[in-house]
């Protein structure tokens, strides 16, 4: 997850903020695996894209992720707004694969 607070025109680059989190599949609320702002966000966002990681922005939620320890479950405070990411993810993974193009057609 990454985010921007406070987004203006002016600001490119970087995100600010990214926050990783991992399915507890043994039923355990979801944890925070990983947050950084700056460099530290860009390389959170670097491995997963690398590991085909679906990422949502979220500059709110982030904040509020950010705030737990890593290795800490996410509080059942923020579970529904993880709950509605968690979604995403697993309806992004299941779409098929977009085939590409054949420019020849």
Known sequence: ?????GD????QGPPALAVALRD???GGNPRVTAAGRGALAEQILEIAFARGVKVRE???LAEILAAIEVDSE???EALAAVA???S???RANAAPAAEPEDPAR
Do not use: K
């Open 8 to 11: 203006t025109d002016e600001q």
């Open 88 to 90: 995403y993810v697993y």
């Open 84 to 86: 509605e990411i968690l």
């Open 74 to 76: 996410v509080p059942v």
């Open 1 to 5: 997850m990454a985010g921007h607070p």
């Open 58 to 60: 979220d500059a709110e």
């Open 24 to 26: 507890q599949a043994e």
